[in-house]
């Protein structure tokens, strides 16, 4: 495995120094995702602008929807008690005879 990844190296350094006599410098292209270094990026298409605003827009129907049919998420369920009215004894507290 060593081997294998020695010859990558050497092979690599070869072909640097090849490009550095000509003049030339390497330079990496990839495809999957746009780089902006000191540059604004590609202006996004219409498609992904109509999509973002779509998604979006389900995403706010969603949520409205939910709190105007089911309050109860953000509101509770039932009338907060009134601790006032609680007593030890129903709180597990015992009597304090000392």
Not at 11 to 37: C, M
Not at 64 to 80: K, N, V
């Amino acid at each position: 495995m060593f081997g294998n990844l020695r010859l990558f190296r050497s092979v690599l350094a070869a072909e640097n120094a090849i490009l550095s006599l000509h003049g030339k410098t390497k330079v990496i292209n990839r495809k999957s995702h746009v780089v902006s270094y000191r540059s604004a990026p590609p202006p996004h298409s219409k498609a992904t602008k109509i999509g973002a605003v779509a998604v979006g827009g389900a995403m706010w129907w969603w949520v409205i929807w939910h709190l105007w049919h089911e309050p109860d998420h953000i509101t509770g369920e039932f009338e907060y008690p009134n601790t006032s009215k609680w007593s030890n004894a129903h709180l597990g507290i015992p009597r304090d005879d000392i």
